[in-house]
């Protein structure tokens, strides 16, 4: 299917981004954030016009917006801060919005649902829809719409580059965007509280390792996460882990072959798959089936929905993620390494 299939190379996208560098490295766009180590900045005051940098230019926002379009899942962050946007980008693999992690913030069966937006966004719907706001902070190809979007509402893109920035900066983003600097401040220590409380909980999770892959077509290999620093590691690093130094170094361009899968073992490895055939055939793989990690349980087995959250973290979704992962991690954080 057209849209599955599309689907599909964003998750592989999202869990394949390029790392920008440190967060010194990549900068920052947006009021109040921090480096590792250094003060957190008080937010701004929430004033309009607000001007916003970001990769693809400067947007002005001349009044707090009230028609928000979120094409790359802001409505996370809108949902913490008690907005409901008008339309947002859909899921392909849980169409509806019927995000779980949303339930209790916002709902948003009367909002408009934007189909295929990552390959073939409509423009026309979006502009019918009249925004004055556009939130495009995690929108892979946005380079195609930019100019466009733009023309329609004032348009937010990524900081830098899409999966490259901490869901904290991209939070601030959104924040300061909508004139609720103050409140997302809030949200981000409710959730670095719900991560900390979880690192504190089981500190045997300190300094073990872990693997991050997506399987995406039978026979073909694994795309795998290989690089420390990539953005998508932080939240796992925030818990004590670090990524396997085994992943480091033998996955080559962030590729694996079926026949090296013995590589994927780690203290905690995390599978996603783009389809459950493709679970079950795994789960058939003797040389699968052999990993450590695999048979001692220490493996946690994703559907494409669920993987694309984890490569997503945002305000929300990361307690939801935590909850499904706590037993997995238990096992980990037990293991008798001597």
Not at 301 to 309: E, I, K, P, R, V
Request: include cysteine.
């Amino acid at each position: 299917m057209p849209l599955l299939a599309a689907a599909l190379t964003v998750v592989i996208a999202m869990m394949l981004a390029a790392c920008g560098g440190t967060a010194g490295e990549r900068g920052v766009a947006a009021s109040g954030s921090t480096v590792p180590g250094a003060a957190p900045t008080a937010p701004p005051a929430d004033r309009f016009p607000v001007t916003i940098h970001h990769k693809l230019g400067t947007t002005t926002i001349p009044a707090q917006p009230k028609r928000i379009v979120a094409l790359s899942y802001e409505e996370d962050t809108l949902g913490a801060l008690g907005i409901t946007p008008i339309a947002y980008g859909a899921n392909e693999f849980l169409p509806g919005g019927r995000y779980p992690w949303l339930a209790g913030k916002i709902d948003l069966s009367g909002s408009t649902e934007l189909k295929n937006v990552f390959n073939a966004l409509n423009l026309e719907q979006v502009a019918g829809l009249r925004p004055d706001l556009i939130l495009a902070t995690n929108f892979y190809g946005l380079e195609n719409y930019y100019d466009k979007l733009s023309r329609i509402a004032p348009t937010v893109g990524f900081i830098n580059e899409p999966g490259t920035s901490t869901w904290q900066d991209v939070s601030r983003l959104i924040g300061r965007a909508v004139g609720r600097s103050a409140q997302t401040e809030q949200a981000i220590s409710t959730t670095e509280g719900d991560v900390n409380a979880v690192a504190a909980r089981l500190p045997g999770l300190k300094g073990r390792t872990f693997s991050s892959s997506f399987y995406h077509d039978p026979g073909q290999p694994f795309a795998v996460i290989d690089d420390p620093a990539t953005i998508s590691v932080a939240l796992y690093a925030q818990l004590g882990l670090v990524l396997s130094p085994t992943v480091t170094s033998t996955v080559k361009d962030r590729s694996l072959s079926t026949e090296h899968i013995g590589s994927l073992d780690a203290d905690f490895m995390f599978v996603g798959f783009a389809a459950p055939e493709l679970r079950t055939s795994l789960d058939g793989n003797p040389a699968y089936t052999a990993i450590p990690a695999v048979r001692e349980g220490r493996v946690y087995q994703a559907d494409a929905f669920t993987a694309l959250t984890f490569n997503n973290p945002t305000l929300l979704n990361i307690p939801w993620q935590l909850e499904r992962i706590a037993s997995t991690l238990e096992r980990v954080a037990a293991r008798d390494t001597s």
